[in-house]
């Protein structure tokens, strides 16, 4: 990110810690960091950013763990609209046998388009789970004091192959955790659930206090499954406001406040506006513009007109820098 946007941010973070007083060539009112402009106008030139950092950082010694989070999360939202600004339309040669399942049904022009309005739609979906792959772990063991902890690196050791390590979403001293936003009722495969179980009993043989931490409360079968393996190691359960509560009081007030506006409020609105029955949905795209419709609201995204077909998209060099590398 440039200057202008990292002033941006600092300004952001002025306004949410209630320091206005001390930064008067800030202005006094910016654009909400979760907006419907393009993400690449929240810049705020002018500005001397690293002058206003170092301030910032004087005024509150947690403000620096506050911006690379927050600055985490901006370049993974810039990322992510970059690749629904580029992300190629895919050919019909990539999807073509799969038009088999509903060839006949509709005509072959419109199965044609529905295939391939299908794969790229996805494309960009399976590119934002990568994305918050990267980013929802990390930035939350950021908040709170730990770091999350590659199965390479990991002192957490499996009890049945002892030269291979566990992957940790957050490790913080002597305690180990996993964090998840739901506990779904479908089992992801006995294999998978498997390796889910034993995690707890691989941190207890190897030193380390497991913490399933579960933000989402909806009570199911497999959430008292994982609870009761997590108990029986020795290790604690957070679920619902007890994760959260236990979240902030680990992060402090400066990032209990992070936590809140820019983690647990978005995933609070959405779970509660999960709809019963699905809007009407409506794609269109030119070589300039895609639309979204849902039910009555429209969105726009700006289409990079010399996208072609098997290309990645183009983005900065340091666009998958992961926090705290």
Known sequence: MND??????????????????????????????????????????????????????????????YFACLAALHKARLKYERILETQPVPTIDQVGPRGLLQFGGMEA????????????????????????????????????????????????????????????DCLREKWAYEIKIRVTIAASGQGRWREELGFPEDCRSSGYTPVLVVLDPTPNAKLDE?????????GEVHVGGDAWAHLAALAGPTMARFLAKYVHDPLAE???EEPVELPDLLLSMDLGRLTVGVGDERFFVARAPDTRAGEEPRLPDDVDDQLGA
Do not use: M
Request: glycine residues 8%.
């Open 226 to 234: 994982l609870s009761a393996a997590f108990r029986q190691a020795g």
């Open 4 to 65: 202008e946007a990292c002033a941006y941010l600092v300004g952001v973070i002025v306004h949410d810690l209630g320091l206005h007083g001390l930064f008067p060539e800030l202005p006094e009112t910016i654009p909400e960091f979760f907006c419907s402009s393009p993400l690449s106008r929240l810049e705020l030139p002018g500005v001397p950013f690293l002058e206003v950092f170092e301030r910032l950082v004087d005024a509150d010694a947690n403000s620096d763990i």
């Open 270 to 272: 959405l779970l509660h």
């Open 109 to 168: 022009r419109a199965l044609a388009s529905f295939l391939l309005w299908r794969k790229w739609i996805f494309d960009i979906d399976n590119r934002a789970g990568q994305e918050t792959g990267y980013l929802f772990e990390p930035i939350i063991a950021a908040a709170v004091g730990g770091v999350p902890v590659s199965a390479a690196k990991s002192p957490v050791k499996r009890r049945n192959a002892p030269t291979k390590g566990r992957q940790i």
